[in-house]
């Protein structure tokens, strides 16, 4: 059984920072690579960074670019992503994905196979 879970979410001021965190159990994490996700009410599901199992590569979408950073540890089985300069058009429900191959670093949702519940961020003054 393979199992994501988010946490970190919260509320936030505009300028603020949050950490959220993806903790993985029934895999080995460090094998496959991991994209963050997230669902604003009344939009589509957008990638957000992703990091790959193989050689750390990362991505991040151009709107997070500069203000958010993916980061994994593989000792705790756990994938990170910093976000800094929250605006509040980043609130949103973020989710944690597994990538099907170890490789992959991108954003299309048929190349991840597990997902999380997803954590709240709410960005308002």
């Known amino acids: 059984q393979l199992q994501l879970v988010e946490s970190g979410g919260g509320l936030v001021q505009p300028g603020g920072s949050l950490r959220l965190s993806c903790a993985a159990s029934g895999f080995t994490l460090g094998y496959y690579g991991i994209g963050w996700f997230r669902r604003a009410p009344g939009k589509e599901r957008e990638g957000v960074s992703c990091?790959?199992?193989?050689?750390?590569?990362?991505n991040y979408a151009d709107s997070v670019k500069g203000r958010f950073t993916i980061s994994r540890d593989n000792a705790k089985n756990t994938v990170y992503l910093q976000m800094n300069s929250l605006r509040p058009e980043d609130t949103a429900v973020y989710y944690c994905?597994?990538?099907?191959?170890?490789?992959?670093?991108?954003?299309?949702?048929?190349?991840?196979?597990?997902w999380g519940q997803g954590t709240q961020v709410t960005v308002s003054s």
């Open positions: 990091i790959s199992g193989i050689g750390g590569s990362t």
């Open positions: 994905a597994a990538g099907l191959k170890s490789r992959y670093c991108g954003f299309q949702s048929p190349e991840f196979g597990s």
